[in-house]
């Protein structure tokens, strides 16, 4: 199976800042990765997708990019409804495998 | 407008069969390049893939669950249904359904609410 394996596990930040998210595939994936956000209590909503394309109706804010092994998910000017957990996603190879998650917190 | 949604018991009991219904709308599944899958989050835990079926009635499962999980579809009730037996508590978990598209591998764009179900005696 592909690890994917992110960092930070957790974060803060303030209202207003910029924060970037990594994702490391334990090998190669092309591009076929995707980030989540995820709320509690509520289900993963799919941002960006093919590493570095917005999901229709998400905000220019995020952004992605990379390839092969090496990811990062980029939050522009947090305001406070982008305080929720990350998630990255690998659909290179079966089977598909998720990152651990990172923890966006309010500073 | 693609929405999804799992139905199902919220509790069951050690060593019983679970069986999850994910009713769909705003897409077909015998479109060519689309499918269903099922995904499941341990409370506080990350997300894990477990189950999905293609438009072509292809099936995939999760190795480490594979002997465990049936999945299959209705397409003219626009449902798909996840059996795993032999429940256990460490099965525990929000459990989800989502449409995806196919690349390489499942590209999960639309997801269901999730359901609960917990693993008690």
């Known amino acids: 199976d592909i690890q994917m394996t992110q960092s930070p596990s957790s974060l803060s930040a303030s209202v207003g800042d910029r924060v970037t998210i990594t994702c490391r595939a334990s090998?190669?994936?092309?591009?076929?990765l995707a980030w989540f956000q995820q709320k509690p209590g509520k289900a993963p909503k799919s941002l960006i997708y093919?590493?570095?394309s917005l999901q229709s109706g998400v905000p220019s804010k995020f952004s992605g990019s990379g390839s092969g092994t090496d990811f990062t998910l980029t939050i522009s000017s947090l305001q406070p409804e982008d305080f929720a957990t990350y998630y990255c996603?690998?659909?290179?190879?079966?089977?598909?495998?998720f990152g651990q998650g990172t923890r966006l917190e309010i500073k | 407008q693609i929405t999804l949604k799992e139905s199902g018991p919220t509790l069951v009991k050690p060593t019983q069969t679970l069986t999850l219904t994910c009713t769909f709308s705003?897409?077909?599944?015998?479109?060519?390049?689309?499918?269903v899958g099922w995904i499941r989050q341990p409370p506080g835990k990350a997300l894990e893939w477990l189950a999905l079926?293609?438009?072509?009635?292809?099936?995939r499962y999760s190795p480490s669950l594979k002997s465990r999980l049936t999945i299959t579809k209705d397409t003219s009730k626009n449902q798909v249904v996840l059996t795993m037996t032999n429940m256990d508590p460490v099965d525990t978990a929000t459990y989800y359904c989502?449409?995806?598209?196919?690349?390489?591998?499942?590209?999960?764009?639309?997801w269901g609410q999730g359901t609960l179900v917990t693993v008690s005696s």
């Open positions: 989502a449409h995806f598209t196919a690349v390489a591998g499942p590209e999960f764009d639309y």
């Open positions: 705003g897409f077909s599944l015998s479109t060519s390049g689309v499918g």
């Open positions: 079926i293609y438009w072509d009635d292809d099936k």
């Open positions: 090998q190669g994936i092309s591009n076929y």
């Open positions: 093919a590493a570095s």
């Open positions: 996603q690998q659909y290179n190879s079966y089977p598909p495998t």
